[in-house]
Structure formats: C-alpha cells, structure tokens
C-alpha cells in the first residue's frame, strides 16, 4: 500500500464520525446548503466546563514555574495533573471507539484552547500523553488497545504516555538511507522478544514522575536494517515497568517551564514480540498519521497563547494611562495593534477548526489544512504575542506579568512536530508538488 494511502487508513481506524459531532455543521435544504459554525450545546458544555476547571485547579499551579530545576516543576504540577485525570479530561480525549469519551478532533481543540490558555505546562504534559497513545489508537489491535488503555480510561492516578520519536542530533528525516541516518534506535528480535537500544529526546514526560518511565511509551525504532528506511521502521510498545531507561538530563527549556522533556537512553529494554503496534515496519507511515492530527492542535495552542495575551493587553489598555489624560485604547496605534491582534486570533481559531473538522472527515485536503494550521497559527502567535508586548511598554518584560512566559511559550510552537521550515518542504512543498494536486480541494468536503 502507498504511503499515503495506508496513513489515510490508519487514521480513518480512528477518527471516522458521525457528521453531526463536529463544530462545522452542514445541511441541506433543496439546494440551498448552509454551513453552522455555532457549537452544538455538548461542546458549549465542554467548552464552559474547561474554561471553569482551568481557572480554578489549573491557574493555581502557575508558581510551579519558577522551582528551581525542571523535574522539580514538573513535579509540582503532579496533583493539577491527577485533578485532570480525575474530571475525565483525558478520557475526554480517547475515542469512544476504544472506550473513552471523545467524537472528534474538533471537540479535542475546543477543549485544548481552554485548558491551554491558562496553564500550557500542564495541558501539555496532558496533550503529550494523548499523542503518546495515537499510535496504538491507530495503528493497535483489539486486543492490544484492551489490554493497554486500561490505566488511561480510569479517573484516577496520573498516568503518563509519550512518543518517543524525536532523538539527539535531530529527527528531521526519519526515513534517510545511508549514508543518512534517518532513525537510529534500533531493536533486534532475539527468540520472542524484542531489545531496542538507543537515545530519545524531547519527549513529553518520557522518563515519567519517577525517572523510572512513563506508563506506556511509543517508541519509533528501526527494526530492520537490511530493507529500505522507510519499510525497516516499526512502532514498538514498552509498558511500565521495564528497567533500562536512563535519564541524561532533563532539558531546561525556554517556555513550558513545568512540562518535563527528558534526554534520555534505552539500554537493552525488552518488551514482547507481538508489542508492535501496526504493521511490522510500518512505522513510518503510522508516525505520519499520528502527527496529522496533532499539528491542527498546535495552531490551537497558537490560539489560547494569543487570546491569553489579549486579554491581559485588552484590560491593560483600558485602564492604563500611563501617565497621560485619556487611557491608552484611545491612542490610535494602539486600537490598530489591538484589532490585527483580534483578527489574528479568530482567523487562526477557524483554520483549525476547519483542519480539524477535516482529520475528522477524512477529507482530501486534511493533510494540508493540518500542515497549515500549524504553521500559520504557530508563527502568527509569535509575531501578535510581540506586537502587544510593545502595547504594554517595557513592564511586559517582567515575569510579574504574564507576557513575557507567553512568549515563552509561544516560541515553541513554530518547532513542534517538526521545524516550520522542514515542515514547509517535506510535507506541504510535496503536497503541492503532486501532478494531481487541486489548490481548492482544501475548499470542499467532496471525496475525490
């Protein structure tokens, strides 16, 4: 099967619903159609009980921030997290096909938006689990996703899921063939068992609350080194706990100051023949499925950082004067500032939405509008996060407000799943370089 073709597969395992649950509703009157970007009352409901959750549990794990070393705020968000856990929002996640809660992507980024807006720390350590579980809600068996989603789907604890794709030195090109790299953990089949070896970085709480692992890791390893990169990579499962994962260092990152991202060894981890998830060498394809989706959502995190900013810019201006008569809304370049802001931030909302409503549906032109929404939304948030630090003068370079760790945050945005640049080649460049490809197939729901 193409690759492209089983990665449409894989997701559709996943993502196929029905069309009444998304945030775009179409429908029909003879031949007048009307498109209804009004939520429906279950996502006004999510929406609102995010919103509350967020202000009252997750704005009070802030201080978390400014602990000294990074496993020490990463565990000091561990009791917000279990708050998380316990109100079902990683249920709220996990398909209904495999025993959770969730309908759609859609639903997925109006939840993300609010959680995300107050606290991006923790709501990444929660996305970062999600992302962790994609490849066996994808690419596992029955009975694999009965047997291992268990933890995940209860309203207790705090467990943990990472993909452990990312490896030092870079991951840009995960398929090179010699004399590239491309992925170079390995594993080796001795009797029934599997033995990977390797190093894995800036993976989402890899290394887990206790340095001894996440509860459930994916980890993208090369299996076969004798077959062509792309068909010698598979997926493979290790479940906690398994010994052999060594903690380097914990990255002291920029932004998300609580969110743990470990540097970190496999060193002889075994795990079962059969904890593969998807096809034998397959994982290729199975990564690429899993990313589609999780790129609409970082235009999202986009979103919440900019109307976060916006809100406190908003009330800045209002009430400040800054030593002058008038308050500072009053000043025409501030008004400008603040309108481009406001356009920025519901442009890029209804992108993702829109590429979100598309994973959902499996359209023709899913893959692009995600790559978009990525890419737009993660750089425009940069760009209106700095233009309303100029807004509020050179107090927005105090961490006493809140401006200078949205940026912060912000900054990461244009590197997830992958460098904008990188991004921009190998995924949307080939998606425009395709003889059949159609500049408006992005535009229209119709199966081709």
Not at 59 to 78: G, M, Q
Not at 110 to 127: D, H, P
Not at 261 to 289: H, I, M, W, Y
Not at 358 to 367: I, L, N, R
Request: overall charge neutral; aromatic content about 6%; some cysteine.
């Amino acid at each position: 099967m193409h690759p492209k073709s089983r990665r449409r597969a894989l997701l559709s395992k996943t993502f196929l619903i029905n069309s009444g649950s998304g945030g775009l509703d179409v429908s029909q009157e003879g031949d007048f159609v009307a498109i209804d970007f009004r939520l429906t009352a279950h996502q006004r409901e999510l929406q609102l009980q995010s919103r509350n959750f967020a202000r009252q549990v997750l704005s009070e794990t802030a201080k978390a921030e400014i602990l000294a070393t990074p496993e020490e705020r990463f565990a000091a968000t561990k009791p917000a997290y279990e708050a998380m856990i316990a109100a079902g929002f990683l249920r709220k996640c996990i398909p209904v096909s495999a025993g959770g809660e969730n309908t759609s992507l859609v639903e997925t980024a109006i939840m993300v938006e609010e959680l995300y807006a107050v606290n991006a720390s923790l709501t990444l350590t929660l996305m970062g689990t999600v992302l962790g579980l994609l490849p066996l809600l994808i690419g596992g068996t029955k009975e694999q996703r009965s047997r291992l989603l268990v933890p995940f789907l209860k309203q207790a604890g705090a467990p943990l899921a990472s993909f452990c794709a990312t490896e030092p030195g870079g991951s840009a090109n995960p398929a090179s063939a010699p004399p590239g790299e491309g992925v170079r953990t390995t594993a080796r089949l001795l009797g029934d068992r599997w033995t990977i070896d390797g190093r894995k970085s800036w993976v989402s709480s890899a290394t887990g609350w206790d340095r001894k692992g996440a509860d459930l890791l994916s980890v993208l390893c090369r299996t076969d080194p004798d077959v062509p990169p792309e068909r010698g990579i598979s997926v493979l499962v290790v479940e906690r706990p398994t010994p052999g994962i060594v903690l380097e260092r914990a990255i002291d990152s920029v932004g998300h100051r609580a969110h743990l991202l470990p540097c970190f060894q496999l060193e002889g981890v075994s795990v079962p023949r059969d904890n593969v998830l998807g096809s034998l060498g397959g994982g290729f394809a199975l990564t690429a499925a899993c990313f589609t989706g999780a790129a609409a959502l970082v235009g999202i995190f986009a979103v919440a950082l900019m109307r976060a900013a916006f809100d406190f810019a908003l009330n800045f201006a209002r009430n400040e004067k800054r030593g002058g008569i008038l308050p500072v809304i009053e000043h025409q370049a501030v008004g400008y500032a603040l309108a481009d802001a406001k356009m920025a931030i519901e442009a890029t909302r209804y992108l993702c939405w829109r590429a979100c409503h598309g994973v959902d549906f499996q359209s023709p032109g899913a893959d692009e509008l995600a790559i978009e929404a990525k890419v737009y939304g993660s750089e425009t948030a940069v760009r209106v996060l700095t233009d309303l630090m100029r807004v509020v003068g050179v107090e927005s370079y105090d961490h006493m407000l809140p401006l200078g760790r949205l940026l912060q945050d912000a900054l990461a945005l244009p590197v997830f799943g992958g460098g904008n640049i990188g991004v921009r080649r190998r995924q949307l460049h080939a998606i425009l370089k395709r003889p059949e490809y159609d500049p408006l197939m992005a535009s229209s729901e119709a199966e081709t």
